[in-house]
Each structure stands twice: as C-alpha cells, then as structure tokens.
Antibody, heavy 127, light 107 residues
Framework: QLQLQESGPGLVKPSETLSLTCTVS??????????WGWIRQPPGKGLEWIGS???????YYNPSLKSRVSISVDTSKILFSLKLSSVTAADTAVYFC???????????????????WGQGTLVTVSS | DIQMTQSPSTLSASVGDRVTITCRAS??????LAWYQQKPGKAPKVLIY???SLESGVPSRFSGSGSGTEFTLTISSLQPDDFATYYC?????????FGQGTKVEIK
C-alpha cells in the first residue's frame, strides 16, 4: 500500500525559504509510470498545483510560482522535496504531496492525474 | 495557462437526489480531466480520470462525461458520505490547474 508523508517546519518567517520533504513508502519512486507532485491549499480556499518532478529529475512548475520554486527527487532515499523561496503570508497553506499516475504518452508528453496523496502539512508564514 | 471554471460554487441537495456539477476549460483539453472529492481536513481523493473513467474502488453512482471544454460530474443518487467539496483538474498541458471547487451541502 503506497503511503506518502510530508514533513518539514510548520512555521516559516517571511522572506525565508519553505522546505518540505515527501517520503514515499510501499512503492517505487524510480518507476517510469509516475510523476511526483506538490499541491497546496490556503485555509478555506481551493487547490493550487505547485509543480511536479519525474524520477529522472525533469521538473514542471506552475508559471505563477516558477521563479520561487524548486522541486527535486532523491531516488536513493525514496523521497522528493519542495523549496519555495521568499515566502509571504500568502504562502500559508496546507501542502500536499501526491503521486501522478501516467496513463498515456503522446508526442513525448505524459498525461497523468494524482491518484495517491499524502495527508498534508500546514505551513504558516509569520514572524 | 488553461483556466478551469466550475459551477455552481455551492449546491444544496438531499439524500437520494441526482446531482450534476459542471466544469469548463478555457481551451480544449480533449478528455484530460480528473474529478476529486475532498472532505474537511482530508486530502483530495480521485473519483474520475480521463473525463469518464471511474477510479478503482469508487462507487458506480459517480460518473463523468464531456470532452473539449465542457465536462460534468454526476452523482446518480446522493448518499450521506457524498457531502463534500468536488474539484475538477485538467492535465492536458505541462501545467495543471484545478477548478475553484463545488461544495455539496445538505439541504
């Protein structure tokens, strides 16, 4: 049974860098069948995709966050990580990690949806 | 960027009702659309992928349809466990976007 678990500081100061890790258990992070993604949800609001990473290290980011985001994968430790720099109060949210199941490939594009999610971790940006 | 617009934002219904939620994309996404259910304090759970394919383990009262820019999620007979917020999400482009959500409340 696949499990994803987010971990990291629950409180980050404004202008600093938010760092989270998602540990994967019960499955392989090195499989060519999956992407691995981060999604966030501000309190009382909707879901926002932050970005995704492939086991090879290829990444795709939300254009609105691209200048501040970095996602990486460590296949030896079976985890992937999120870094979001220069945070403000607007970055306060529950952060979810998720597995993206690839169902189709066309023209070198991978089509995947998020089929398994971590429980989420609340990160508050405040001094 | 592809924008996703759901309607309605809130829906009041009774147990046993047939419920339909609509999701519109700002440009064609073929059938690259997923629907998720989220309950308070929990992670989203996928119900439908590729617009109309039922995820394993999801009750058959959930169904999805549509292609191009207009999609629907239908619950054929609303059950007490179905009161939740529902999100559509496109995965046609390298970027992924969610709709703003539809909260299904008890009437």
């Amino acid at each position: 049974q696949l499990q994803l678990q987010e971990s990291g500081p629950g409180l980050v100061k404004p202008s600093e860098t938010l760092s989270l890790t998602c540990t994967v258990s019960g499955g392989s992070i090195s499989s060519s069948s999956y992407y691995w993604g981060w999604i966030r949800q501000p309190p009382g609001k909707g879901l926002e995709w932050i970005g995704s990473v492939y086991y090879s290290g290829s990444t795709y980011y939300n254009p609105s966050l691209k200048s501040r985001v970095s996602i990486s994968v460590d296949t030896s430790k079976i985890l992937f990580s999120l870094k979001l720099s220069s945070v403000t109060a607007a970055d306060t949210a529950v952060y979810f990690c998720a597995r993206g199941l690839i169902t189709n490939y066309y023209d070198s594009s991978a089509y995947y949806y998020f089929d398994s999610w971590g429980q989420g971790t609340l990160v508050t940006v405040s001094s | 960027d592809i924008q996703m617009t759901q309607s309605p934002s809130t829906l009041s219904a009774s147990v046993g009702d047939r419920v339909t939620i609509t999701c519109r994309a700002s440009q064609s996404i073929s059938t690259w659309l997923a629907w998720y259910q989220q309950k308070p304090g929990k992670a989203p759970k996928v119900l439908i992928y590729k617009a109309s394919s039922l995820e394993s383990g999801v009750p058959s009262r959930f169904s999805g349809s549509g292609s191009g820019t207009e999609f629907t999620l239908t619950i054929s007979s609303l059950q007490p466990d179905d009161f939740a917020t529902y999100y559509c999400q496109q995965y046609n482009s390298y970027s992924r976007t969610f709709g703003q959500g539809t909260k299904v409340e008890i009437k």
